[in-house]
């Protein structure tokens, strides 16, 4: 006879709190960031600490990636295709620029559309929460 082997009790997660604005930061950090250093390598090749730097100022410091976001998806972006990198020696240490490619430029296009439709929904949604509670129209 058989008896089965007691199942592990799973450890459950914390529901997140959507009514913290840190949540909701830290989930719209995540989302732009790859978005934005597109756009500020889609300005001038830089290295990633410069990426890091511009993204701040971009956003005025509402996305501030770390070394742990800007490498990994300058990594990704160069396996893709759509940035190139070159070794360059400033003040004796090797750092690697990055540059925009051609198929990295149409990768920008697309992702401005597509957070520009998000944008105008979000806009929408901010109008529908901000109309007056006692009138009929938007």
């Known amino acids: 006879m058989s008896t089965a082997a007691p199942r592990p ?4 997660k914390p529901a997140p709190d959507l009514t913290s604005r840190a949540y909701w930061n ?3 950090k995540m989302s732009l960031s790859k978005f934005f250093i597109l756009s500020v390598l889609h300005q001038n090749p830089m290295h990633g600490y410069d990426v ?3 993204v701040e100022r ?3 410091g509402c996305c501030s990636p770390t070394e742990g976001t800007i490498y990994p998806a300058l990594r990704e972006f160069e396996e893709g295709g759509y940035v190139t990198s070159e070794a360059e020696i400033v003040s004796g240490r090797e750092r690697k620029v990055y540059t925009l490619t051609d198929k990295g430029r149409e990768a920008f296009k697309v992702a401005v559309e597509a957070w520009m439709e998000v944008t105008q929904a979000l806009l929408a949604s901010k ?3 901000t109309r007056d509670p006692g009138g009929c129209c938007p």
Do not use: E, F, K, Q
């Open 127 to 129: 109008r529908v929460v």
């Open 9 to 12: 009790r799973s450890v459950s």
């Open 52 to 54: 890091a730097r511009a």
């Open 26 to 28: 830290g989930t719209i």
């Open 58 to 60: 971009t956003t005025n």
